[in-house]
């Protein structure tokens, strides 16, 4: 999404065409970096800051197997 967000911003002056394709490939690589921050704040602390609410599977692992075994 990165190359093709800047081939369209290259050539966005000459094919004007290409705004949609700029818009939808900014809007793609916005999505994966959120969804990268939200699985790995599921796991462990995102870029090793400790924001609240995060590592939350590692600090309630034996909650969540005792969750699972009885259920």
Same mark, same amino acid.
């Given at each position: 999404? &990165?190359?093709?967000?800047? *081939?369209?911003?290259? %050539?966005?002056?000459?094919?004007?065409?290409?705004? #949609?394709?700029? @818009?939808?490939?900014?809007?793609?690589?916005?999505?994966?970096? &959120?969804?990268?921050?939200? *699985?790995?704040?599921? %796991?462990?602390?995102?870029?090793?800051?400790?924001? #609240?609410?995060? @590592?939350?599977?590692?600090?309630?692992?034996?909650?969540?197997?005792?969750?699972?075994?009885?259920?």
């Amino acid at each position: 999404m &990165a190359v093709a967000y800047t *081939v369209g911003r290259i %050539f966005e002056r000459r094919s004007p065409w290409l705004a #949609p394709v700029i @818009a939808f490939t900014e809007a793609a690589m916005v999505g994966a970096l &959120a969804d990268w921050f939200a *699985v790995v704040a599921l %796991f462990r602390h995102p870029l090793n800051l400790p924001i #609240p609410k995060t @590592a939350i599977i590692p600090h309630n692992k034996e909650r969540i197997g005792n969750a699972l075994a009885t259920s």
